[in-house]
T-cell receptor, first 119, second 114 residues
């Protein structure tokens, strides 16, 4: 148990469906992240939120829409996905203190992931 | 172009022996390195980290070594236990543009045989 929860754990959706992934962190962190892990590929950063503000969009298609209503919750809204979007979607959180070597712990803690299958 | 490389997709060792997992990186901007462990159907779990100002960090059976000149780090597990069997990810971090950017390797699957 890392203090980061994700729901649902598994999701099957058609290409015309709209669904949302939810992430919640109970660690008091101020930064949250979405990652994608496809088969045979390393984890890829999708989005970063610091203090509820999006600070990174790693060239992610607009069919993925993140939302961060507060520092503890992060959503990933999905619409008109493609079969190649099938992957494990992981949420992470960390305590951002300005970065740099004097910035203290920079460890990201991951949730269990949502296994997504797009048919 | 992969900035973080784990060239061994798998490693098999005998219980009680040392496991050595290797990782190479290319970006000199990385200043913080982490190892994560992942079991099937679970998210990555943080294991150990090291700052670029150090060359070694130890935590129980786990030690991470960093060779900045060679842009290489390694994770040593000694003694290895069957419960250590998992996929191990190396990750490198830099703080740019107001956010932490973590780049992962593809992982090495470690099997510890009883």
């Amino acid at each position: 148990e890392t203090g980061v929860t994700q729901t649902p754990r598994h999701l099957v959706m058609g290409m015309t469906n709209k669904k949302s992934l939810k992430c919640e962190q109970h660690l008091g962190h101020n930064a949250m992240y979405w990652y994608k892990q496809s088969a045979k590929k390393p984890l890829e950063l999708m989005f970063v939120y610091n203090f509820k503000e999006q600070t990174e969009n790693n060239s992610v298609p607009s069919r993925f829409s993140p939302e961060c209503p507060n520092s503890s919750h992060l959503f990933l809204h999905l619409h008109t996905l493609q079969p190649e979007d099938s992957a494990l979607y992981l949420c992470a959180s960390s305590q951002e203190v300005g970065g740099g070597l004097a910035g203290g712990p920079r460890t990201q803690y991951f949730g269990p992931g949502t296994r997504l299958l797009v048919l | 172009d992969q900035q973080v490389k784990q060239n061994s997709p798998s490693l098999s060792v005998q219980e009680g022996r040392i496991s050595i997992l290797n990782c190479d990186y290319t970006n000199s901007m990385f200043d913080y390195f982490l190892w994560y462990k992942k079991y099937p159907a679970e998210g990555p779990t943080f294991l150990i980290s090291i700052s670029s100002i150090k060359d070694k960090n130890e935590d129980g059976r786990f030690t991470v070594f960093l060779n900045k000149s060679a842009k290489h780090l390694s994770l040593h597990i000694v003694p290895s236990q069957p419960g250590d069997s998992a996929v191990y990810f190396c990750a490198a971090s830099s703080y740019q543009g107001g956010s932490e950017k973590l780049v992962f390797g593809k992982g090495t699957k470690l099997t510890v045989n009883p």
